[in-house]
């Protein structure tokens, strides 16, 4: 079964007259578009902010079921899950889908490329990959303008948090990602440069990848003043396993009550929000260096 879309291509392009705009995803694959999508299927929560972010909520036709922001995205169609089915997909018709590195299947990848539908794969290691992101899918879909001024935006109240945390004390942080196994995050993701940025010091930044796991035992010899739980409805830390943390008295963190919770919708998407999840953690990591009128504009 083979699918093509008028004006929007995949491969070396076939008409000499057309000369295609070229976009490269993570994966280092090359997508040639003659004109912007009108019919995208997002396939993460962080890439449906980021559409509608750059509004164009009107040409999203299906988003997952975690999509819960921006509110409006809840009435767009929902996929099938994290692995939706080839043939719901091409139900859509859609001219484009976006996908996460590390959500999209391969088996699904190459199917979608069989068929002949347009993918563009999405990774954010950095910091500065999440508004990368922001400015190269306004520009897939013609609004470079949009996407500029949000990245610019968001780099400058990055700008502004570093300023304000770069001459304190670090304190340790422990960041916890999940509980059984314990895991947190390294200098391979983009948390641990938003726990830099707002002023704190990883205690696994020693680490060799982006998400490792640690014993306790480690844990209790590094000894953080902070830990951090990602905390949501649908994704997050459970009260009762935070609690279990306070079993362990002699850490710094459970002596002077440091144990932080920021909302994980806004630190673990990599999405327009992300600067204001990095605002909370600098605010709960530096509480006297941030006013309230800091905390209120928004991009």
Known sequence: ?????????????????????????????????AKAPGRVVSMAPNVTEILFALGLEEKVVAVTPFC??????????RLGGSNPSIEQILALKPDLVLAPQDMIQADLLQHLDRVKVPIFVLQAAQLEDVVVQIQTIAR??????????????????????????????????????????????????FIHQLIEAAGGANIAADTSTAYPRFALEEVLARDPELIVFPVGTAEGIPEEEQQQWRRWSSLSAVKHNRLVHVPSVLVDRPGPRIVEGLELLAKALHPNAFSEESQEKKP
């Open 68 to 77: 819960d922001y921006p509110p409006e995205a809840q009435n767009k169609t």
């Open 140 to 189: 897939i879909f013609d609004r470079s303008k949009a996407g500029d001024e949000l990245a610019a935006t968001i780099r400058q109240r990055i700008a502004a948090v570093k300023e304000r945390t770069q001459a304190l004390t670090r304190p340790r942080v422990l960041y916890v990602l999940n509980t059984d196994p314990l895991q947190t995050v390294g200098p391979g993701s």
């Open 1 to 33: 079964m083979t699918r093509r879309q008028q004006g929007i291509l995949t491969g070396m392009p076939f008409m000499a007259h057309i000369t295609p705009r070229t976009f490269v995803d993570s994966l280092g694959r090359k997508l040639f578009l």
